[in-house]
C-alpha cells in the first residue's frame, strides 16, 4: 500500500516545478475531496463532513474565478513553466536542445554544419 502511494507522488512530482498558476488550487481540491470521502467513510458527524465541503466549493469558485480571470487578461501564466522557458528561448533568439544547450542563432559552432530540408525532397549541397 505505501508503494502505492509513493509511487503515486513520484508520478505527480509534487514540489518539483510550477506547472500552471492554478496547480496549488488543483492540489487543495484534491486533498479535500479525500479528506470528504476519509469522513464519510469513517462516518463521522455530518458536521465533519460538511466543515471541508464548504471549503472545497469556496477552493472550487475561487479556481474557477482565477482561471476565468487569467484566461481573458493573462493566458500565458496558464500553460507550464516549461512552455514559459521556451518561450523566452525564441524571443531571445536561442537555439539548441537539451543535450547540447542553448546558443546564440547567429553563432555557429562548428564550420561543417548541414542543415536539414525538411523532407521536401532536395539533397544537401557540400
Known amino acids: 500500500m505505501i508503494e502505492q502511494i509513493k509511487s503515486w507522488l ?3 512530482q509534487i514540489g518539483q516545478s510550477r506547472s500552471s498558476i492554478t496547480n ?7 486533498i479535500l475531496i479525500v479528506a470528504i470521502l476519509s469522513f464519510a467513510i469513517a462516518r463521522l ?29 493573462t493566458p500565458d501564466v496558464l500553460r507550464s513553466e ?8 525564441i524571443e531571445h533568439g536561442l537555439i539548441g536542445d ?8 547567429t553563432k ?19
Open 45 to 73: 458527524p455530518v458536521w465533519v463532513i460538511i466543515v471541508p465541503l464548504v471549503c472545497l466549493a469556496i477552493v472550487f469558485g475561487l479556481f474557477l474565478y482565477a482561471y476565468w480571470h487569467f484566461m481573458h487578461t
Open 24 to 30: 496549488p488550487l488543483q492540489w487543495t481540491m484534491v
Open 98 to 105: 537539451s543535450i547540447h544547450g542553448l546558443v546564440e542563432g
Open 10 to 12: 513520484d508520478l505527480a
Open 82 to 89: 516549461q512552455f514559459h522557458l521556451q518561450k523566452m528561448a
Open 108 to 126: 555557429v559552432q562548428d564550420a561543417n554544419v548541414k542543415l536539414l530540408d525538411g523532407g521536401k525532397g532536395s539533397s544537401p549541397q557540400p
